[in-house]
């Protein structure tokens, strides 16, 4: 069992910067894919970005490429999502997930572990 934690939501204005967090128990952190994923009321969870176990692949949504950066530190068990060039649209509940590493590394269902979110809001 993975337990995850996110930290680093908040109020921030469009243009502004956020870094995001996501500390995991796991003492074998490093042998998981890992993934952002954001969600607004009424709407999928839709993928933001992942990264391989070692770091040296990143994949990203369209919506996010070139603004969003996902990073992890295998040391420290925790994933990060530096967010710039914040956008109203943005504003969702952002969540972390662990998973195997099965393709495609978007669907939600190749995650087996979840933390349970920190809101961001981006005002205009």
């Known amino acids: 069992q993975v337990h995850l934690v996110e930290s680093g939501g908040g109020l921030v204005q469009a243009g502004g910067s956020l870094r995001l967090s996501c500390a995991a128990s796991e003492r074998t952190f490093s042998s998981y894919v890992m993934g952002w994923f954001r969600q607004v009321p009424g709407k999928e969870r839709e993928f933001v970005a992942a990264i391989s176990r070692g770091g040296g692949s990143t994949y990203y949504a369209d919506s996010v490429k070139g603004r969003f950066t996902i990073s992890r530190d295998n040391a420290k068990n925790t994933v990060y999502l530096q967010m710039n060039s914040l956008k109203p649209e943005d504003t969702a509940v952002y969540c972390c997930?662990?998973?195997?590493?099965?393709?495609?590394?978007?669907?939600?269902?190749?995650?087996?572990?979840w933390g349970q979110g920190t809101q961001v809001t981006v005002s205009a």
């Open positions: 997930a662990a998973g195997a590493g099965l393709y495609p590394l978007s669907n939600t269902q190749r995650y087996n572990y």
